[in-house]
């Protein structure tokens, strides 16, 4: 059964607006949520949402079964967000479509705010982290510059105490215009400072090691060109390695980096006091490897179906852009686990991608891989699917 969002007629008013949800993300939290969280203004750190250019989260127009600082698992939010129709992502994107991350930063920053809605970081009296643990979701329908208000529905399904950690569970379903754009189910953990420096990564990860034969039979690959991403939301430096029948299944294998730089712009969005490189950017960079990998294995095919842009997205502006991907491949499960973060300390940020299934005739790839910083795997793909139309 799907998570539906509030029925009632016509535009709801929010009960926190954009100035609250602000001082939430870069200001002082009880002007966002009341009295109980004064202690975070200025003598504690709470976990926040990010702010901008990353805060994809304007409103919050529903709150149901949950109550203001009552830790307890059953609450739900409808949030929504107004997509700029010249917002930075898109020019960086290369393409008029919202990038993968940002679609699920849409998803996902209405469970960070229920979170601290029902008073999470009360619950401990260390300062404790707020981080993603993964999920599994499915995109439906792309997002373009014409897209208006998306509406996210969330709800937390459970709430544990563990090991010193708080563990929780949510739903989720974005919408546009009653459609349902990207749905699925993700896992936060509350973490403490010290929890997260003894960061162990992905337990049991086996990347894949080339042998010296097939990594002799590679190449690099250019990162830059039509549809590729540019600027603030290029995540790699380079892809020094694509092997086209390499891999466990011999259908492929590429690796790209990207050195740790403490100035780039998304440690100061993200988070205030907290600074870390979003999961979702580090998903980017397994995205972006497989954007190379596909032009390079269908280079005449790149802006035959330009058209169909338009069908897809029902935008007329997109009607001309040449070659561009799904990114996910519309109605693909696909799922991640992060067991580690990436800071401003660390110096280098290693993508690995096993591609898994090829249809030539769809132009599809699907790819199961790793990312690691500093030679630690700290996340985990599976089934990431990208078209290339």
């Given at each position: 059964e799907r998570l539906a969002p509030a029925t009632a007629a016509g535009p709801c008013p929010p009960l926190f607006d954009n100035d609250s949800i602000m001082d939430y993300a870069v200001g002082q939290p009880s002007r966002a949520?009341?009295?109980?969280?004064?202690?975070?203004?200025?003598e504690r750190v709470i976990a926040r949402l990010p702010g901008p250019p990353y805060k994809v989260l304007?409103?919050?127009?529903?709150?149901?079964?949950?109550?203001?600082?009552?830790?307890?698992?059953?609450?739900?939010?409808?949030?929504?967000?107004?997509?700029?129709?010249?917002a930075w992502y898109f020019k960086s994107n290369g393409q008029l479509q919202m990038p993968f991350g940002v679609l699920l930063e849409?998803?996902?920053?209405?469970?960070?705010?229920?979170a601290a809605y029902v008073?999470?970081?009360?619950?401990?009296?260390?300062?404790?982290?707020?981080?993603?643990?993964?999920?599994?979701?499915?995109?439906?329908?792309?997002?373009?510059?014409?897209?208006?208000?998306?509406?996210?529905?969330?709800?937390?399904?459970?709430?544990?105490?563990?090991a010193g950690m708080l563990i929780q569970d949510y739903e989720l379903a974005?919408?546009?215009?009653?459609?349902?754009?990207?749905?699925?189910?993700?896992?936060?953990?509350?973490?403490?400072?010290?929890?997260?420096?003894?960061?162990?990564?992905?337990?049991?990860?086996q990347p894949y090691v080339p042998a010296a034969g097939e990594a002799a039979r590679g190449s690099a690959l250019d990162i830059s060109g039509p549809g590729m991403p540019q600027d603030m939301l290029r995540m790699l430096d380079a892809i020094d390695l694509y092997?086209?029948?390499?891999?466990?299944?011999?259908?492929?294998?590429?690796r790209g980096h990207?050195?740790?730089?403490?100035?780039?712009?998304?440690?100061?969005?993200?988070f205030y006091q907290d600074p870390v490189c979003p999961g979702s950017l580090g998903?980017?960079?397994?995205?972006?490897?497989?954007?190379?990998?596909?032009?390079?294995?269908?280079?005449?095919?790149?802006?035959?179906?330009?058209?169909?842009?338009?069908?897809?997205?029902?935008?007329?502006e997109t009607a001309s852009q040449g070659s561009r991907f799904e990114a996910m491949a519309l109605g693909q499960k696909h799922q991640w686990v992060y067991r580690g973060q990436i800071v401003p300390a660390n110096k280098l940020v290693t993508v690995e991608a096993c591609i898994t299934a090829v249809d030539d005739a769809q132009r599809v790839l699907r790819a199961d891989g790793f990312l690691k910083v500093d030679g630690l795997v700290i996340y985990k793909m599976t089934d990431f699917t990208l078209r290339l139309v």
């Open positions: 949520f009341g009295e109980p969280y004064k202690i975070f203004d200025s304007d409103r919050i127009t529903r709150i149901e079964g949950c109550q203001a600082f009552k830790l307890a698992a059953g609450g739900v939010v409808d949030a929504e967000y107004d997509v700029p129709r010249d849409v998803a996902l920053q209405p469970c960070g705010w229920l008073g999470s970081a009360l619950s401990s009296p260390t300062d404790l982290s707020f981080r993603n643990l993964g999920g599994t979701a499915v995109q439906y329908e792309e997002v373009g510059p014409d897209a208006g208000t998306l509406l996210t529905t969330v709800k937390m399904t459970k709430n544990v105490h563990s974005v919408r546009r215009q009653g459609r349902v754009v990207y749905e699925g189910a993700t896992q936060f953990g509350f973490f403490s400072k010290q929890a997260l420096s003894e960061q162990v990564g992905v337990r049991g990860a092997v086209p029948a390499g891999g466990p299944k011999g259908l492929g294998f590429v990207k050195k740790v730089d403490p100035a780039e712009w998304f440690f100061k969005a993200h998903l980017e960079s397994f995205l972006q490897l497989l954007k190379a990998a596909a032009r390079q294995r269908w280079p005449a095919s790149q802006g035959s179906q330009a058209s169909k842009a338009q069908v897809v997205l029902r935008s007329p």
